[in-house]
């Protein structure tokens, strides 16, 4: 170890760098400055010298710092001052650092050495910072919702004096340039002139961002906070970045505004950034990694894992007050649990609901953001595209910063938009971001891509508020074939009237109004609708329904804690005999879907089986996916694909398409758009009347009663546009 002693003497080197100004006692500065010293002589393996030299700052963990006792022992004020007093703290820390490397590599270095503080606890809610917190050191961890350009502002200017030919250095407040008004060694008072290449002018980049409290309760608005970041942390994080940032609270300058007619507020606090820690960065690729789970979390879930039928105790506390529908809420449960992390290929599972109004859908869609470690809810009819992707903003510069919308903010989370309907404009925005999983972004200059690897849960009402089986989903909604091809479950929920059904809900309604809820008498409220066919007894859905017991339902904030702990710790894997019976209802599926009109099964179905499989062995905490767990997906891929193919007879009609027609004759309709295409060719026109379309339906005997539907199915595909007055333009691109 080398006997290396900061200078001694009246001269500190470095001393103009951190404190130009001579804020402080010089005797205490040595003080500190050789005690931080000898703690680097003996952590010499944790502080990389020419990787700091290079780098310009160094990582300093405040918890291995406190436990060097003999740093303790020469500093004993240390926790004390860097809370009260810490940017004279850190700068005697910088110094150390300075001297350090300068005595070691024997060259006088003109830029500072900046210490970045980690793992300083404890780590605070925004929504508790207040003024008593100003000046001090506090650490906050929420998301990233807005950053705006990076720019180059001035923290010390130099002037010079022509009277006594002197230079003075002034600290410019709030980084705003501020003139010297009177010399302090002359006491002239004059205009003096501003020395920009001395080595006393220090210029910093600065870049602001402003950070959101992650709160699980959806119907505060959440706090938010405006953060400085300069030097080495700009450009750390983006819009969607879930970070802890440790700082000082300082407040902005209530006369900063001059000129303009809005005044800040007398204590407008913002955060000096010390040091940022992306936790998006973490080797497992997940927010989840930093959830800290105490003794308490970690015995509730063992308790949960030891039930006795695991994945329907899941299933039944995910939405306890809606009854029925598990299959359903089966299919939302794989989609929050989510497979294994890929580099290629996304884990995320999206699932869209449709069916008619009143049958609990945005509730299951509540308790599934309220039960994700990260979830964002949204209502498609009061949200537009940069409310869920990203919104630009314009600075008072003229520069844009970056806002983040709900998408963004979900990342690596889970998105819960319902009225999915309502937002027919808002559809082409999330085509990227569901199966590419990024927002590309070319608005004001400003080209870039952000992160989106979000599950993405809809709610949808049909069209009319009563759902057609006689039409495909497609024109049911009103959504074009790209969206619908993204989601890797749709279920088809309806309102048949069932008195045995009604009667039983009925009773399940009036007893979660009671006094006693969630208890049920096990005799009265047995019931099932489906019967006791000895071939359903081992399926699926059977297996999830209550048979006349009462259940404990997990409570969402340990439900929470147990998705998280999946989400970080389980990455299951296919067995053979797993892959083998995926194959085996892949090329099934293949072949039963190939004739006639109907949708193509492709690899995306594939992909979909492969995620939703490893969902079903994650929910039970197991690291290889069995036969059984292909088994239970394939009854619900069986069930969204008998909903979305049943016919108005109640027949499985696989020859249609689920986003094209629901029609038969679609050979007629393609014989009357060829003709109304030679039309157009020997008129030279595209606009055709309502009139001229009829009678080319008539020519190729398309029955009328099925008119209307194959003019509205062909409007919302795009081959014939209204344009009102009863006229249509025909597309000869999609022909």
Not at 103 to 109: A, E, H, R, S, T
Not at 261 to 283: D, H, P
Request: glycine letters at 6%; proline letters at 4%.
């Amino acid at each position: 170890m080398q006997n290396i002693q900061p200078p001694v003497g009246d001269t500190v080197l470095g001393l103009e760098l951190y404190f130009p100004d001579r804020a402080g006692d010089v005797n205490k500065i040595k003080q500190n400055t050789k005690a931080f010293t000898s703690h680097i002589l003996r952590s010499q393996q944790f502080y990389q010298l020419p990787q700091i030299k290079k780098e310009k700052y160094f990582p300093l963990d405040y918890k291995y710092l406190m436990l060097d006792d003999q740093f303790c022992s020469e500093w004993p004020a240390f926790a004390e001052d860097l809370v009260n007093n810490t940017e004279f703290t850190l700068n005697c820390i910088n110094l150390a650092m300075y001297q350090h490397l300068n005595i070691v590599d024997q060259n006088v270095m003109k830029k500072e050495i900046r210490c970045r503080l980690i793992n300083y606890e404890p780590i605070q809610f925004i929504k508790e910072v207040n003024v008593t917190y100003l000046g001090k050191l506090v650490s906050l961890r929420g998301t990233v919702i807005k950053v705006s350009p990076v720019e180059l502002v001035c923290d010390y200017m130099t002037f010079h004096c022509n009277a006594c030919d002197t230079t003075q250095v002034l600290k410019q407040k709030d980084k705003c340039f501020t003139p010297l008004e009177k010399c302090q060694n002359c006491k002239l008072v004059k205009k003096f002139e501003p020395l920009y290449d001395s080595p006393g002018t220090k210029t910093v980049d600065i870049q602001n961002v402003v950070l959101q409290e992650i709160d699980g309760d959806v119907s505060k608005i959440p706090q938010s906070l405006k953060c400085e970041l300069t030097d080495d942390l700009v450009k750390t994080c983006i819009c969607g970045d879930d970070i802890t940032i440790t700082g000082i609270i300082k407040v902005v300058d209530p006369n900063g505004n001059k000129g303009k007619n809005k005044q800040n507020s007398v204590f407008n606090l913002y955060l000096q950034a010390v040091a940022v820690y992306n936790n998006n960065n973490e080797s497992s690729n997940s927010p989840y990694a930093k959830i800290i789970f105490t003794p308490e979390d970690y015995s509730a879930i063992q308790k949960i894992h030891a039930q006795p039928n695991l994945f329907r105790y899941l299933v039944q506390s995910l939405c306890p007050t809606i009854f029925g529908h598990e299959l359903v809420k089966a299919g939302l449960l794989l989609g929050l649990f989510g497979g294994t992390k890929q580099p290629t290929t996304r884990s995320e599972s999206h699932i869209l609901m449709v069916g008619d109004p009143g049958l609990g859908k945005s509730q299951m869609l509540k308790s599934c953001s309220n039960v994700s470690p990260r979830g964002v809810y949204v209502c498609g009819n009061v949200s537009t595209t940069s409310g869920l992707t990203v919104t630009m903003a314009r600075e008072g510069g003229g520069e844009y910063s970056l806002e983040a919308g709900a998408l963004v903010i979900a990342d690596q989370g889970c998105c819960c938009i319902d009225e999915f309907d309502k937002m027919p404009t808002q559809h082409a925005c999330l085509l990227e971001a569901m199966e590419q999983q990024t927002i590309s972004i070319a608005k004001g200059g400003v080209v870039c891509s952000l992160p989106t690897k979000t599950t993405i849960l809809a709610a949808a009402n049909p069209v009319g508020g009563h759902y057609d089986k006689s039409k495909t989903v497609a024109e049911n909604l009103k959504i074009n074939s790209p969206m619908l091809s993204r989601f890797d479950l749709i279920f088809i929920i309806l309102d048949q009237p069932n008195q045995q059904l009604d009667k039983y809900l009925t009773k399940h309604i009036l007893t979660a109004h009671s006094a006693k809820k969630r208890k049920f008498t096990p005799k009265e409220f047995h019931f099932d609708p489906d019967g006791d066919d000895e071939n359903e007894v081992n399926s699926l859905k059977q297996r999830l329904k209550l048979n006349g017991e009462s259940l404990d339902y997990i409570p969402h904030k340990i439900f929470r804690k147990y998705l998280a702990f999946a989400q970080k710790s389980i990455n299951p894997q296919l067995s053979r005999k797993a892959k083998e019976t995926l194959i085996e209802f892949y090329v099934s599926l293949r072949k039963q879907f190939s004739v006639g009109d109907s949708t193509p099964v492709t690899a995306r179905q594939l992909h979909s089986l492969i995620r939703l499989t490893q969902a079903r062995a994650k929910a039970e905490l197991r690291e290889e996916a069995t036969e059984a767990d292909v088994n239970d997906v394939i009854e619900i891929m069986k069930f969204s694909l008998e909903s979305i193919f049943t016919d108005s007879a109640g027949q499985l009609d696989r020859t249609r398409s689920q986003m094209g027609t629901g029609m038969s004759n679609k050979d007629k309709i393609i014989k009357m758009l060829e003709i109304l295409q030679r039309r157009s060719e020997i008129e030279s026109k595209s606009l055709f009347s309502l009139q001229d379309i009829k009678e080319a339906g008539d020519s190729v005997g398309l029955a009328k009663n099925k008119f209307n539907n194959a003019l509205q199915s062909l409007n919302i595909q795009g081959f014939l546009l209204s344009k009102g007055r009863n006229n249509y333009q025909l597309n000869s691109a999609y022909l």
